[in-house]
């Protein structure tokens, strides 16, 4: 039997050329879908602190919307079909990256999640290099939590698609601020000249930061409740909004006037042992005592993880009637799913 030798090399090399097409088309595409500058302001979601209030409040209305189908009784659009959504966690996570994880699948998005072990991080990969390398697989959105205070700004500045900030060392926690407004929203309804503390760990906490940017944006006053050594200087000078900032280190003197109270762990993770004394529960916690003096109305809120027995007791964190900390989680699906559908819209 003879091979047509020829006859075969032409059709070939033929396949050949139309794959190297197809590869260079590739290659452009995912230079094609780079982010313009101006897009990115509007896609990706790095910081509440200047974040102009229409689309903080546009945030909001499309989480409300979305919660019956973020926490399963409704089914939506599978508006993200076909997208793929990446999830960068450098810093261990439970609520936060569960939540992305359900808020694209509910989008019917697909999830690729990365974390600092397990992957090439562990070889001494930057963030940057790895989001880079994420990026250039064509993924349609990049969500990061990493130790480094603006580093989800960093990735944004290196990477074509949309980057979401799922928590930046010190700096923010964008999508927090969103669910644990919404979740007080439901609860107070409009928080224009609400009262509300945020107590504890403030120095390390970029859920304090993004929380103050979001309440004061929306007309609340914030109280920043503290020991001195965890209580930055100047906090009260940080946010821009018709709502106020004011700092004490004695929560009892303000614990009457309060319709919502937001406890904070203490960051160990970020040395903030050093600035805690031992009567720290003494003096800050929500002790089932000191639940007393709040308004029978007051909301309970905490970001997790809970140190129970130190910055807020069993009885008070489980208390159906005050505490949305369960809740909080729930709206952390629709509010990421809102963040979603702005970074990847039709
Ligand atoms: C917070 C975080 O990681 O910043 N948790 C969270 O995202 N739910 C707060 C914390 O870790 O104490």
Redesign the pocket.
């Known amino acids: 039997m003879s091979w047509p030798i020829q006859a075969s090399r032409a059709p070939q090399s033929r396949r050949a050329s139309l794959r190297r097409g197809a590869i260079l088309r590739a290659v452009r595409l995912v230079q094609r879908t780079s982010l313009r500058p101006q897009d990115r302001a509007a896609r990706d979601f790095l910081a509440i602190e200047g974040l102009p209030l229409g689309e903080l409040r546009a945030l909001l209305a499309r989480a409300e919307e979305l919660l019956p189908v973020a926490v399963g009784d409704a089914r939506g659009e599978r508006t993200l079909e076909g997208r793929v959504v990446a999830n960068i966690f450098f810093?261990d996570?439970?609520?936060?990256r569960v939540s992305f994880e359900i808020a694209a699948d509910r989008l019917g998005a697909a999830v690729v999640n990365l974390g600092a072990s397990g992957s090439s991080a562990s070889k001494g990969e930057t963030l940057v290099d790895t989001a880079r390398n994420i990026d250039a697989m064509g993924v349609d959105a990049i969500v990061v939590?990493t130790s480094i205070s603006g580093g989800a700004a960093l990735v944004a500045r290196h990477v074509g698609c949309p980057v979401i900030n799922a928590?930046d060392g010190r700096h923010e926690?964008p999508t927090?601020a969103l669910l644990d407004v919404l979740a007080l929203r439901l609860r107070l309804g409009k928080l224009d000249g609400r009262h509300i503390a945020i107590v504890g760990d403030i120095a390390n906490?970029?859920?304090a930061r993004s929380a103050t940017h979001a309440l004061v944006a929306l007309g609340a006053h914030v109280h920043i409740v503290g020991p001195p050594s965890l209580v930055p200087v100047g906090f009260d000078q940080i946010a821009v909004g018709s709502g106020s900032i004011s700092i004490t280190h004695d929560l009892d003197s303000i614990i009457h006037d309060l319709d919502a109270i937001m406890m904070?762990?203490i960051?160990l993770e970020r040395a903030a042992a050093s600035g805690i004394a031992p009567d720290y529960r003494s003096a800050y916690g929500l002790t089932v005592a000191r639940r007393a003096r709040l308004r029978p109305e007051a909301v309970i809120l905490h970001?997790?993880?809970v140190n129970r027995g130190l910055e807020i007791d069993d009885e008070v964190a489980d208390d159906p009637r005050s505490s949305v900390i369960l809740a909080q989680v729930s709206c952390g699906v629709a509010a990421r799913m809102a963040v979603l559908l702005r970074a990847m819209p039709s």
């Open positions: 810093e996570s439970t609520r936060t939590r928590g926690h927090q906490s970029r859920v904070l762990r960051q970001p997790g993880p």
